[in-house]
């Protein structure tokens, strides 16, 4: 996928909806990483890792 932008130099962002993160490496459906960013109702963590965005409480989404 080519990341957005503004996630350029993240790979895991997170949803503040629904609380759910996206590891950008792994995403097969775009248009789900697109409609959040255009809501921007987003947030990248660091350390941009999945540890980091578990201890902030959001859990882990494929798609």
């Known amino acids: 996928m080519d990341r957005p932008r503004s996630l350029e130099g993240f ?3 997170g949803d503040k909806r629904s609380q759910l993160v996206y590891d950008l490496d792994e995403v097969s ?4 990483i697109e409609e959040l ?4 109702k987003f947030l990248v963590f660091g ?4 540890a980091e965005a578990r ?9």
Do not use: K
């Open 29 to 32: 459906d775009e248009s789900v």
């Open 47 to 50: 350390p941009d890792t999945l």
């Open 11 to 13: 790979r895991y962002v």
């Open 55 to 63: 201890n902030r409480g959001y859990r882990p989404r494929t798609v």
């Open 37 to 40: 960013v255009a809501s921007e």
